[in-house]
């Protein structure tokens, strides 16, 4: 009796055969394609399986763009406005502006501070998004200059601060859901 078995994956193959078939490839081509099956094993257990971080390869926080509608930009490290996309990596002082009857929803820290929605015809900067001494204790502050944004945050640990500031008010949170809106008439009131 014989059993032979071949594995197709990311164009390596493998022939695992018991009985007869084993002399059929002599004992260097058995041993290289099981490194080849092993290394492939250990890319995948590293890519797939490896747990997700909230930061940012290079650890800093970070806001990722999750959901897109209508004309929307980003601005990142004060380069050009581009059209925003889903999965692009937002920073410190980066940038949102949307159109009308349009959107841009941005996932904080992979969801471990909170979703943002940036609604239409707004301006929208992630002003400060740093860490305290203790990891768990964030600073997050968020400058909306006109529209309007609905922020759902999660309950802040410790001496936690995150706030949205307007030019006319800051809002502080400790876990909730809220709206801030700014509008023309608000901008021209705080100015005279």
């Known amino acids: 009796m014989m059993l032979c078995v ?19 490839r002599d004992e260097r081509d058995q041993s290289l394609l099981m490194k080849r099956l092993i290394i492939t094993g250990l890319l995948i257990a590293t890519f797939v399986i490896a747990p997700v971080s909230p930061l940012s390869a290079d650890g800093e926080r970070h806001a990722t763009v999750i959901a897109i509608k209508g004309d929307s930009q980003v601005r990142i490290e004060g380069r050009d406005w581009q059209t925003a996309q889903v999965g692009q990596v937002l920073k410190v002082n980066d940038e949102v502006r949307t159109g009308k009857k349009s959107f841009v929803k941005l996932d904080l820290d992979d969801g471990e501070t909170g979703l943002v929605t940036v609604k239409a015809e707004s301006l929208f900067r992630l002003a400060t998004m740093e860490r305290k001494e203790n990891p768990d204790e964030k600073v997050t502050l968020l400058d909306l200059a006109i529209g309007q944004v609905l922020v759902q945050a999660e ?21 909730t859901r809220f709206e801030v809106t700014v509008e023309a008439e608000d901008i021209k009131e705080a100015q005279t």
């Open 155 to 175: 309950k802040l640990k410790g001496d936690s601060k995150f706030e949205v500031r307007t030019p006319v008010s800051t809002t502080g949170v400790r876990g």
């Open 6 to 24: 071949t594995l197709y994956h990311s164009r390596i193959y493998a022939d695992f055969c018991m009985g007869t078939c084993m002399g059929s």
